[in-house]
């Protein structure tokens, strides 16, 4: 009679081994790494995009104006040592966060309270890009037509 050989488990079955243990925590340890370089790079393309109004505010006179804003984005690729396209695209990202945001805060505050800082989104860069609040107001009409 020939003996049936067991063959070694695959999966061990259950608490996790020490070496799992280790390497769920190296990954808690890289994305914490990543995580803060992102929010690194976050905190210096926004403050590199607020002094340069040109980019964001639609009632700069130099705004529409391409070559400018190629000019100023070169800059800020510089600044936060990144790709112009990643720079761009993140901004459009954070901008448009922050505009569904701040739209979703004012229609959803009563009259009694507009100064409520409870209810305000817990975003962390919405109070970072609050300066976008005047520029980048969503559905603001422009009057094109002058009547006299």
């Not at 999966?11 to 769920?24: D, E, H, L, N």
Request: net charge positive; charged share 35%.
């Amino acid at each position: 009679m020939s003996k049936v050989r067991k063959s070694p488990r695959k999966f061990s079955k259950g608490a996790p081994t020490k070496v799992s243990k280790k390497r769920i925590e190296q990954k808690r340890q890289v994305k914490a790494s990543i995580d803060d370089k992102e929010k690194l790079f976050n905190e210096s393309l926004i403050s590199a995009v607020c002094v340069r109004s040109v980019i964001y505010d639609r009632d700069h006179p130099d705004h529409g104006r391409k070559k400018l804003a190629s000019r100023a984005w070169n800059v800020i690729s510089k600044e936060v040592d990144g790709p112009v396209s990643t720079c761009h695209t993140r901004w459009r990202s954070l901008k448009d966060t922050f505009n569904r945001k701040s739209s979703d805060w004012q229609t959803n505050r009563s009259g009694d309270g507009l100064h409520d800082e409870s209810i305000k989104p817990s975003w962390p860069w919405f109070d970072t890009l609050m300066f976008l609040k005047d520029c980048n107001i969503p559905g603001k009409a422009v009057d094109t037509l002058h009547f006299s």
